[in-house]
Antibody
Framework: QAYLVQSGADVKKPGASVQVSCKAS????????IHWVRQAPGQGPQWMGM????????FYAQKFQGRVIMTRDPSTTTVNMELIGLISEDTAVYYC??????????????WGKGTTVTVSS | QSALTQPPSASGSPGQSVTISCTGT?????????VSWYQQHPGKAPKLMIY???KRPSGVPDRFSGSKSGNTASLTVSGLQAEDEADYYC??????????FGGGTYLTVL
C-alpha cells in the first residue's frame, strides 16, 4: 500500500522560510509526480506545484513562482518543499499528494495527512 | 489561473440525489477530460472520488458519478447517506502543466 508521510507542524516568524518533507513508500518513487497542495483555514485547496522524482524537474503554479522550491532525494524517497519569505497568509495545512493507481498525473489518489504551518510574530 | 467556480453549498435528504457543479473555461474544464472530484471531511486530507470526468477509483461507491458538458463538470451523489456530508472539491488540468482547484461545495445531508 502506498503512503506519504509528512513532517510535523511548524511555527515560523514572518520573513522566515519553512521546509516540509514528504516521505513516500509502498510504490516506485520515481514513477509519479509528487504535488504540493495547501489549504488555508476555512478555504479551499490551492495547487502549488509538482516535482518529478525521476529527474527533479519542477512545475510551479504562477502564484508561488519565486517563493517555492521543491527538491527530491531518491535515496530516501523523500520530497521537500521550501517556501520562502513567509507572510501571515501562508498559514495553512500543506499536503503532498501523488498518483499511484491512476494513469494521469492530474489525478491525486494518495495524500499525506498534512502539515500545519503557522506564520506568526 | 483562476479557481473553478462551485456553489458554496448543496443539500439533500437521505436517499435523495444531489448534483454539484464545477464551472471553468475552455482553457481548463472545457478543454480537457481531466476533471477530478475530492471529498474532504473536517481535519482530514482530501479523498479522490472521481477522476478523468467519469471514472471511479476502486472502493468508491457507485452512488458517486461524474459528467461534463462544455465548461461545466458535475458530481452527482445518489442515495444520499449521512456519511456523504463533507466538502467536495473539483480539479481540472489547466494546460502548461498546471492544475486548478474549485472553491469547494459543502454538502449537507438533511
Amino acid at each position: 500500500q502506498a503512503y506519504l508521510v509528512q513532517s510535523g507542524a511548524d511555527v515560523k516568524k514572518p520573513g522566515a522560510s519553512v521546509q516540509v518533507s514528504c516521505k513516500a513508500s509502498g510504490y516506485t518513487f520515481t514513477t509519479s509526480y509528487i504535488h504540493w497542495v495547501r489549504q488555508a483555514p476555512g478555504q479551499g485547496p490551492q495547487w502549488m506545484g509538482m516535482i518529478n522524482p525521476r529527474d527533479g524537474s519542477t512545475f510551479y503554479a504562477q502564484k508561488f513562482q519565486g517563493r517555492v522550491i521543491m527538491t527530491r532525494d531518491p535515496s530516501t524517497t523523500t520530497v521537500n518543499m521550501e517556501l520562502i519569505g513567509l507572510i501571515s497568509e501562508d498559514t495553512a495545512v500543506y499536503y503532498c499528494a501523488t498518483t499511484v493507481y491512476s494513469s494521469s498525473w492530474t489525478t491525486l489518489d494518495v495524500w499525506g495527512k498534512g502539515t500545519t504551518v503557522t506564520v506568526s510574530s | 489561473q483562476s479557481a473553478l467556480t462551485q456553489p458554496p453549498s448543496a443539500s439533500g435528504s437521505p436517499g435523495q440525489s444531489v448534483t454539484i457543479s464545477c464551472t471553468g473555461t475552455s482553457s481548463d474544464v472545457g478543454g480537457y477530460n481531466y476533471v477530478s472530484w475530492y471529498q474532504q471531511h473536517p481535519g482530514k486530507a482530501p479523498k479522490l472520488m472521481i477522476y478523468e470526468v467519469t471514472k471511479r477509483p476502486s472502493g468508491v461507491p457507485d452512488r458517486f458519478s461524474g459528467s461534463k458538458s462544455g465548461n461545466t463538470a458535475s458530481l452527482t451523489v445518489s442515495g444520499l447517506q449521512a456519511e456523504d456530508e463533507a466538502d467536495y472539491y473539483c480539479t481540472s488540468y489547466a494546460g502548461s502543466n498546471n492544475l486548478v482547484f474549485g472553491g469547494g461545495t459543502y454538502l449537507t445531508v438533511l
